[in-house]
């Protein structure tokens, strides 16, 4: 069996000979489809441009000005595309903290520059690298969905307010928003991809970061019409949000998520979400990036334990589950060989019929 056919049955529930494994190794089954920073656009003269160190690396975007040596790796001040001010701290990683957003009332909306969601150089060097993994499931990239580009463009505070007071102009900028991903989801559609990746992180430490009030009145809908035009082209979608979704968890069901993918199981809890979502939506998790993989928080026993975890609680539904690596794991300062001893509980416990005990 294949990764791409494995990945559907798991996410179908249709027993897979074994449990799917998203990393970076041979035996991997899923590979992302990243979104590009196009060649055309340059940032002005004020500050450095916002790209990731993996686009400079790859030579996909190159600035026309001449830049400092090493600049990417010192603290800076950059601008991307959407207008957005970031100040990056020089981490190969490092997302950075917004510091000037372009809507900070809302007389700016009119100018605001939305980027050619239809522009090929977005998606050129990964389509062709696609072509090189047929028997491989593929998920195309909508980094810094709804909510995460919403509060980039217009601040934390003002976005907070808008969550408990919306105005018209609050749904006109999440109309322009839903079209871009509808735009970009639509393109990775046309280039084959087998599923849709959707980024936006909605939790805290104890709980969403809006109301499910607030959710279902602004961002439902358009999650829903989104996901809606994935299922009609017959993709299923994945979402990564980070922190305690619980509350927020129903509504993105009743949307049409697919399967959610979690970096800290804790945060929404592993025998809970088998408890109320098991067998009708997949989860494709990590084994715990803050309680267990750190240096220092836990053990090469504790991974094995927590990965025999996963796979009983969420991969006993003829299917349910995806194990998968953190893609920057040195972010993490991790024990060391954490994710081989990961890799290595999967490929003992991860196969069907299921038996961990």
């Known amino acids: 069996m294949n990764g791409k056919k494995r990945v559907l049955k798991a996410i179908e529930f249709d027993r897979p000979d074994r449990v799917p494994y998203a990393g970076f190794r041979l035996d991997t089954d899923l590979i992302p489809m990243i979104l590009l920073t196009p060649k055309t656009w340059q940032p002005t003269a004020l500050y450095f441009p916002y790209v990731s160190p993996l686009e400079l690396s790859l030579g996909t975007w190159r600035s026309k000005r001449r830049l400092p040596r090493h ?116 393109e990775w559609i046309q280039r084959g991809v087998d599923g849709i990746l959707l980024v936006d992180d909605l939790g805290g430490q104890r709980e969403p970061l809006m109301s499910p009030k607030a959710f279902q009145s602004l961002f439902f809908p358009r999650y829903k019409k989104i996901i809606e035009y994935c299922h009609d082209h017959g993709k299923p979608v994945f979402l990564h949000s980070c922190g305690d979704v619980r509350e927020v968890m129903p509504a993105l069901v009743e949307a049409g998520i697919d399967v959610f993918q979690f970096d800290s199981p804790d945060m929404t809890g592993i025998e809970w979400c088998a408890e109320n979502f098991g067998g009708k939506v997949a989860f494709m998790d990590v084994v715990d990036i803050q309680n267990v993989i750190p240096d220092g928080k836990g053990t090469p026993e504790g991974i094995i334990a927590y990965t025999k975890r996963l796979i009983h609680q969420l991969g006993r539904f003829d299917g349910g589950l995806i194990l998968s690596e953190y893609p920057t794991p040195k972010d993490l300062h991790p024990q060391p060989r954490a994710f081989g001893i990961m890799h290595g509980a999967w490929k003992r416990f991860g196969r069907y019929p299921l038996n961990v005990e």
């Open 71 to 186: 600049w990417i790796h010192t603290k800076h001040q950059a601008i991307d595309e959407w207008g957005i001010v970031w100040e990056r701290f020089g981490t190969f990683t490092s997302q950075g903290q917004v510091i000037d957003p372009p809507i900070k009332t809302w007389e700016n909306l009119e100018s605001l520059h939305v980027p050619d969601p239809r522009d090929p150089h977005r998606y050129r060097l990964f389509t062709r690298l696609g072509k090189l993994f047929p028997r491989k499931f593929k998920t195309g990239d909508l980094s810094h969905f709804l909510f995460e580009r919403y509060h980039f463009l217009r601040g934390w505070e003002n976005s907070m307010r808008d969550l408990v007071r919306p105005s018209p102009q609050v749904e006109s900028l999440l109309n322009m928003l839903c079209d871009y991903f509808m735009a970009v989801a639509d």
